[in-house]
């Protein structure tokens, strides 16, 4: 785990030496913060927050990383009662967007999306079912997310037919709820960045960042530019993972 500093001595971009993560996985937390520092609306936070995430997918796409998982909007987030999740789904509306258009990612939706207003949804659907079909890496959208809540929904499916009861009974391991996991047949996220100077997971990826490397810094994600970036791959090419043994 570690926090990202202000000085900008190194790295530099194209610098970097060592392992590249094979998933990276980021909270995108900070847009209202940013934005109103900035004297802008939480919007115009959100708008800003996707044009950085358009940018993010570039520089992973560049330094070979093969899936990318966003996290948008969390399940706590559906509690608020101001405007600030629609806001943020308009802009993941915008984004998504752009990105498919662009046909260089594979995009996936995840979470309890079903909790979402149903017009959001097959406008997000209708978006990103098309880049099913594209064979560049894969992008996972986490909107509705909780980690904990992915697994009771595994557990829910596993136990949803015969065969998975029977299964279940017959011994549960760690494989059988893997499988249905949103993320199921991906592998765990290598790396996990949350901006804005939290330095907690907020139920993001319970099951799967058991080894995951942990990367803060403090700028919001608006602001998370390609020095931020770099400075991450460099904190995950320094550690060594050792899975616990």
Do not use: K
């Amino acid at each position: 785990m570690t926090t990202g500093s202000s000085r900008r001595s190194t790295p530099r971009p194209g610098d970097r030496s060592g392992p590249v993560p094979g998933h990276i996985a980021v909270i995108l937390d900070g847009n209202r913060r940013w934005a109103r520092a900035e004297g802008r609306d939480c919007a115009w936070g959100y708008l800003r927050g996707g044009d950085r995430a358009r940018q993010f997918l570039g520089w992973c796409d560049a330094a070979g990383i093969d899936v990318v998982t966003l996290y948008a909007v969390s399940l706590d987030n559906l509690r608020r009662e101001d405007d600030s999740v629609a806001a943020s789904l308009r802009a993941v509306a915008v984004t998504l967007r752009q990105l498919a258009r662009e046909t260089r990612w594979r995009i996936r939706l995840i979470g309890r999306i079903d909790l979402l207003d149903d017009r959001i949804v097959r406008q997000l659907r209708d978006t990103v079912d098309p880049t099913h079909a594209v064979s560049g890496p894969t992008v996972n959208i986490a909107l509705a997310y909780s980690g904990r809540e992915e697994i009771l929904q595994s557990l829910r499916v596993l136990l949803s037919t015969p065969e998975g009861i029977t299964q279940a009974q017959a011994g549960l391991t760690q494989d059988m709820l893997a499988r249905h996991l949103y993320t199921g047949g991906l592998p765990d996220p290598d790396l996990i960045i949350r901006p804005s100077g939290e330095q907690r997971l907020s139920d993001f990826m319970t099951w799967q960042s058991i080894y995951s490397e942990l990367y803060f810094c403090e700028t919001g994600w608006p602001g998370f530019d390609e020095y931020h970036f770099e400075r991450a791959l460099a904190h995950f090419a320094s550690r060594s993972r050792r899975y616990g043994q």
